[in-house]
C-alpha cells in the first residue's frame, strides 16, 4: 500500500475521535461525509484501475459523501437539534474508550492469520478501529440521529473490511451493500420522524416511558 493510502488511514482513525468527542450534530454530520470521501478514494490507491473500481469509488463518494450527508443534515433541520447535551457516555470517557479500542484494534490486526499481501497493512486495524468507534456512538449516545452517525461508522469499518477483497468482490455486492445501507437510511429517518412527532424529541431514551396497556 502506498503512503498516500496510508495517510487516509490515518485521517480516517482521527476523524472517528472528531465524531466522538463533539457535541455539534452538523459537524459530526461533515466528518462522517469527509470519512465517506476519503474511503471513496482508497479503492483507486490500494487496487489497479478498473471499471469495477472505478464504479465502488464514485458510488462510494457520491452516496457516502453527498446523498446520506444530506439527508441527515435535513433531518437534522426538520428536528431542529443542533447538540446532544446528554449522552449515555461521555465526550472524555468516549474519547477515552476510542482510544482504547484503536489500540486493541492494532493489537488485533497483528494477531489475525491474514495473507501474505495484507501483512502490515494499516487497513485491518483502521477497520476495526472504525467499526468499534462507531459501536460506541451507537450506544454512547441519546440522540437518533447520533445514533445514526454511529451506525454510518459501522459500516465504514466493514467497508474497509471488504477492500481487502475488492478484486474478487463482484459489482452486485457492492452495490447491494450500498442499497442496504440506504435502506437502513430511510427506515431509522422514518423512525426519527415519528419519535420527533410524537414526543417532541428525538431521544430514544424516552421510549422506556411506553408501557403496555
Known amino acids: 500500500m502506498n503512503s498516500l493510502a496510508d495517510q487516509l488511514l490515518v485521517l480516517c482513525l482521527l476523524i472517528n475521535f472528531a465524531?466522538?468527542?463533539?457535541?455539534?450534530?452538523?459537524?459530526?454530520?461533515?466528518?462522517?461525509?469527509?470519512?465517506?470521501?476519503?474511503?471513496?478514494?482508497?479503492?483507486?490507491?490500494?487496487?489497479?484501475?478498473?471499471?469495477?473500481?472505478?464504479?465502488?469509488?464514485?458510488?462510494?463518494?457520491?452516496?457516502?459523501?453527498?446523498?446520506?450527508?444530506?439527508?441527515?443534515?435535513?433531518?437534522?433541520?426538520?428536528?431542529?437539534?443542533?447538540?446532544?447535551?446528554?449522552?449515555?457516555?461521555?465526550?472524555?470517557?468516549?474519547?477515552?474508550?476510542?482510544?482504547?479500542?484503536?489500540s486493541l484494534a492494532f493489537i488485533f490486526a497483528a494477531r489475525l492469520p491474514l495473507a501474505p499481501e495484507h501483512e502490515g497493512l494499516l487497513i485491518v486495524p483502521a477497520a476495526a478501529a472504525t467499526l468499534m468507534s462507531g459501536f460506541l456512538v451507537l450506544m454512547g449516545r441519546r440522540k437518533a440521529i447520533s445514533q445514526v452517525l454511529g451506525y454510518l461508522l459501522m459500516e465504514n469499518g466493514i467497508f474497509l473490511f471488504g477492500l481487502l477483497l475488492a478484486d474478487a468482490m463482484p459489482v452486485?455486492?457492492?452495490?447491494?451493500?450500498?442499497?442496504?445501507?440506504?435502506?437502513?437510511?430511510?427506515?431509522?429517518?422514518?423512525?426519527?420522524?415519528?419519535?420527533?412527532?410524537?414526543?417532541?424529541?428525538?431521544?430514544?431514551?424516552?421510549?422506556?416511558?411506553?408501557?403496555?396497556?
Open 172 to 213: 452486485m455486492v457492492e452495490a447491494g451493500a450500498l442499497l442496504d445501507l440506504l435502506v437502513g437510511i430511510f427506515v431509522m429517518g422514518i423512525v426519527i420522524n415519528h419519535i420527533s412527532r410524537e414526543f417532541s424529541s428525538i431521544d430514544t431514551s424516552r421510549l422506556s416511558a411506553l408501557r403496555e396497556e
Open 19 to 102: 465524531v466522538l468527542g463533539t457535541s455539534r450534530l452538523a459537524f459530526s454530520v461533515r466528518c462522517v461525509a469527509v470519512q465517506g470521501v476519503l474511503l471513496g478514494t482508497l479503492p483507486a490507491l490500494v487496487h489497479p484501475f478498473s471499471w469495477h473500481v472505478s464504479f465502488i469509488v464514485v458510488s462510494i463518494i457520491l452516496v457516502k459523501g453527498g446523498l446520506i450527508p444530506v439527508l441527515i443534515i435535513r433531518a437534522i433541520k426538520k428536528a431542529e437539534i443542533e447538540r446532544e447535551f446528554s449522552p449515555f457516555i461521555g465526550y472524555i470517557p468516549s474519547l477515552v474508550l476510542g482510544a482504547l479500542f484503536t
